[in-house]
């Protein structure tokens, strides 16, 4: 009268691109975008808006807890259920593991030099005229993200978090971000006569703080109605450094002395 078919494969929903959010952070004026310099070709990182279906958006509406999980909400996708008006009495519970469901945002702010780079240097103390330098990535830097305490399901909980990050700062986000040897930007920095100059480069990254709440999923069959369950609710606070994709933070320096 009633067949449960825990994972049998539906059809699947496409996932759909959303439009790039606005940006909500001001960059300073000293952060220069070089994707269109980076010698290292980074791969584009978007936000890929998995959309429910008709049962998996029943189920979701079902919990008392949010769900946002896009991995969660992939398997119940992939979930199907025939049900029979007949089947009065019947009762079925299946226990689809524990989750994180949803993260909560609390700050997302940027730190403009969250990793230097490179250093370009010009001794100039000999010369009588202003010295133009600019800047040149001298070796090739990977600039890696994480979060900054273990967590369950890390990667779950880091896609989250950037999902969120990128919708607050309307900033490209990504955890690994690489600039590659050889890049330059034409932006001129003078070195002024008798001093050294010093032209510092930084890879920024925004630092996510929140909460992220997980739980045991159960699915329920009860007579005709389908509803999720959520058990034994917890909570943890979590933060995370997220780089900044493509994005260099200058900052000129000139001195009398060796610095």
């Known amino acids: 009268m009633l067949s449960f078919l825990p994972f049998a494969k539906a059809e699947k929903q496409q996932e759909k691109a959303e439009q790039p959010p606005k940006q909500t ?14 010698t290292y070709p980074n791969p584009h990182v ?11 958006k029943e189920l979701i509406e ?9 991995d969660l909400i992939r398997m119940l996708n992939e979930t199907t259920v025939n049900s029979t008006p007949f089947a009065l009495g019947y009762r079925a519970i299946v226990y689809l593991g524990q989750w994180p469901l949803n993260y909560e945002s ?5 730190n403009w030099e969250y990793q ?19 800047y040149v990535q001298e070796a090739q830097k990977i600039i890696r993200g994480g979060l900054t305490a273990k967590v369950a399901n890390t990667e779950e909980v880091k896609n989250m978090m950037m999902i969120k990050a990128m919708q607050k700062s309307g900033l490209p986000l990504s955890f690994e971000t690489i600039i590659g040897g050889g890049t330059k930007k034409d932006q001129i920095y003078n070195v002024p006569p008798k001093m050294l100059g010093y032209l510092h480069a930084y890879a920024p990254a925004v630092n996510e ?15 005709g109605k389908k509803m999720i369950v959520i058990k034994n609710v917890t909570s943890q606070g979590i933060s995370a450094w997220i780089p900044i994709q493509d994005h260099v933070s200058f900052g000129f320096m000139a001195s009398e002395h060796p610095r």
């Open 116 to 134: 230097k780079i490179n250093t370009n240097y010009f001794d100039n103390r000999g010369g009588n005229s202003p010295y133009q330098i600019h």
């Open 106 to 110: 609390v700050e997302t702010a940027p």
């Open 209 to 223: 703080k929140g909460k992220v709440t997980y739980g045991e999923v159960y699915l329920m069959l009860k007579g």
């Open 46 to 56: 978007d936000m890929p808006r998995l959309e429910p279906s008709d049962l998996t």
């Open 62 to 70: 079902s919990s008392k807890v949010k769900i946002e999980n896009p």
């Open 25 to 38: 952070i001001s960059v300073p004026s000293s952060v220069m975008n070089i994707a269109k310099d980076n």
